[in-house]
């Protein structure tokens, strides 16, 4: 007895020791940090990192909301959430006297009107969403639009990304109206349109929207521009075409949730992600477009020209930033939801 | 009913009280309390940056009844129901040969089935997601054996929900089943026999109604958490082919309308309700008949 009382104790005393350490909470987007990244930071500060993912912005911003803000201390949201959280109270300013590797992000990124002068948010990664075609399957020639996608032809075929902002970028857009659009006419126009859509849906993917592609389970959909680079590593036969009504961007900022007990340490974990050497990693690896410039200036070669990763400026002028749409969301959200009932 | 053993009980009677508060204690906190809270929120108003509100209002119930949900709602029941039936079908024959093999050989078959259990029921999800895939296991073959000549859409199919549905859930099915089949009486089913019963009538008016309650409580544990497992309709039915559990999981995540979610949860939870209620008199039938007549339930 004595004895296995003394083990239980030693182990206890033992285990505390091990995990009294510094930490941080990192909940971050599903496939969004580069192999070894977490490691390399623990080693080089001491800091353990505790790591979980999110494959789609409502949930992240839910499960904050309910926990107050409280349980990480740095969270990955999309522009449009930026604002949104910062005007709840949801995120803690950041403090960039910090943050030594500020100076590497390119002003083009920074001070938008999302978050002037990049308060509350440091630029991430930022990317596109076109259309993935595996060019083995289907004439990538003959697909250029979003209106492609409704051709009955494809009916059970098509892979789109779990995310209503995305989804309805697609249709908005196909109606000529804004990615960022608020008017409940032209919303429900484009419900409509994605109700048309519904029947050529095979799979709604929003944690690794390359995996069915690669599977050989779709050839045809949406996809992000990283995963797609991701994917043509694996099978150069999957190409990405920027849609001529134009594609969706993003960007996706570091934000401090306000009940952050980390704060010392976000800071860390954001100075460590911006430096030069980790966003080079982060773009060859993610392929998604990094605003680090002192990064792009390190890429290799193949990165730097392909233009999955850094699209040229005239398809870049075509698409269209996404945007806090305010209480629109709502509605955005609830037709989302009836799509995806939908049979 | 078992013979009471009252002078058994008495010393232990102190103990006996503290383990009835115990269970009571963790059944008011985690199951009353939570139960009653979800039915509160569900007749609250929605507001999406409080997540519920007063006043008190029955909106959320009433749109429970939206063609939309109701025919979500069945689609789910049907996945359910399909669900239990093959597990059912696998199920029953599995159990009765499992409670006619020697000890050795039935503790290495239910070792067998439980051991699949010791891995993560999503991390065996994504597993079947490789086997059913288009140029997964099941597709290599029948194209390689020169049955089909393209791949069959397997994956992202109601197919591939009660095919993952039935994997996870058989084992729920089996073991109520096999603990019937080994509370039956041989002696009855000779004396059957010697009776000149066939194997049909042996099977028909022994057999079957007293495995019954077996039956019935592996349905219910069964069906139940069919209608509930979001990720398995996520991960295999390509977020298409949704069960209640989808539904509610994405009114709490992503719409945020709780009031709308906790109703779906209540009417669900009413739904159990109501089946276990059936069970119950089903089983009250059995002790007062000694089993099924031919009626059955």
Redesign the interface.
């Known amino acids: 007895m004595k004895i296995s009382s003394l083990i239980v104790t030693l182990f206890l005393t033992a285990s505390t020791v091990l995990y009294a350490g510094e930490k941080v909470v990192v909940y971050n987007w599903a496939e969004y940090i580069p192999e070894g990244a977490l490691e390399a930071f623990t080693k080089e500060t001491g800091i353990e990192v505790e790591y979980s993912t999110f494959d ?1 912005n ?2 992240m911003y ?2 904050l ?2 926990q107050k803000g409280k349980g990480y201390d740095i969270v990955v949201p999309s522009t449009y959430l930026v604002s949104k959280m910062r005007d ?1 109270g949801l995120l803690h300013e950041i403090d960039h006297s910090k943050l030594k590797n500020l100076s590497n992000l390119s002003i083009s990124l920074m001070n938008k009107e999302y978050d002037p002068g990049n308060k509350y948010s440091i630029p991430y990664l930022w990317g596109s969403t076109g259309i993935a075609v595996n060019s083995k399957e289907i004439d990538p020639a003959s697909i250029t639009a979003w209106a492609d996608l409704w051709d009955p032809k494809w009916e ?1 075929k098509l892979l789109l990304v ?1 995310d ?1 902002r995305e989804a309805f970028h697609m249709a908005l857009k196909k109606n000529g109206f804004s990615t960022n659009s608020t008017n409940p006419d032209e919303i429900k126009t484009a419900y409509e349109d994605l109700q048309k859509l519904m029947p050529n ?5 929003a944690d690794a929207p390359r995996e069915p592609y690669l ?3 779709v050839n045809l959909g949406m996809i992000w521009s990283g995963e797609a680079k991701m994917a043509q590593d694996e099978n150069p036969d999957i190409k990405y075409i920027f849609p001529k009504e134009g594609a969706g961007f993003w960007i996706d900022s570091f934000a401090i949730p306000s009940g952050a007990e980390n704060l010392e340490n976000a800071h860390k974990f954001i100075d460590y992600m911006m430096s030069a050497e980790v966003a080079k990693q982060t773009v060859e690896e993610l392929g998604y477009s990094t605003p680090n410039g002192e990064a792009r200036d390190l890429v290799n070669e193949e990165t730097r020209h392909n233009p999955v990763i850094f699209p040229p400026a005239e398809v870049i002028d075509k698409g269209e930033f996404q945007k806090d749409v305010g209480d629109a969301m ?1 509605l955005y ?2 037709y ?3 799509l ?4 | 009913m078992p013979p009471q053993v009252k002078n058994l009980i008495k010393p232990l009677f102190s103990f006996r009280r503290g383990v009835i508060f115990l269970t009571l204690f963790w059944l008011g906190l985690f199951v009353l309390v939570p139960h009653v809270l979800v039915l509160v929120t569900s007749v609250l108003t929605p507001d999406p940056q409080h997540l519920a509100v007063w006043p008190v209002t029955l909106d959320s119930w009433a749109r429970l009844f939206d063609p939309l949900y109701v025919e979500v709602f069945w689609h789910s029941l049907w996945l359910s129901a399909v669900t239990t039936v093959i597990c059912l079908l696998l199920g029953y024959p599995f159990a009765w040969i499992l409670a006619k093999l020697p000890g050795v050989w039935r503790g290495v078959l239910l070792f067998l089935m439980i051991v699949p259990f010791w891995t993560n029921s999503l991390i065996r999800t994504y597993a079947i997601k490789l086997i059913l895939g288009n140029k997964g296991l099941v597709n290599t073959l029948l194209v390689g054996a020169g049955i089909t000549d393209k791949p069959v859409e397997l994956l992202y199919t109601p197919f591939a929900v009660i095919f993952g549905l039935v994997y996870v859930l058989l084992p729920f099915m089996v073991l109520p089943l096999v603990s019937s089949f080994d509370k039956l009486d041989r002696n009855l089913i000779e004396a059957a026999h010697d009776l000149g019963a066939g194997w049909w009538q042996r099977f028909r008016h022994i057999i079957l109604p007293l495995t019954m309650p077996g039956v019935v409580a592996g349905c219910l544990i069964v069906f139940l958490p069919a209608m509930g497992m979001f990720y398995v309709a996520d991960l295999l039915g390509g977020a298409k082919n949704l069960l209640l559990g989808n539904i509610i999981k994405n009114q709490f995540l992503v719409v945020r309308d709780w009031p709308f979610g906790a109703a779906f949860s209540v009417a669900l939870i009413g739904i159990m309700a109501a089946l276990m209620w059936l069970y119950f008199l089903a089983n009250q039938r059995i002790n007062r008949q000694g089993g099924l007549d031919d009626e059955g339930i």
């Open positions: 789609n409502e949930t839910s499960k909301k309910l709840e059970g779990d209503v849906v095979r799979v709604f993917n599977a050989g389970d709502q959200n609830e989302w939801e009836k995806k009932a939908g049979k």
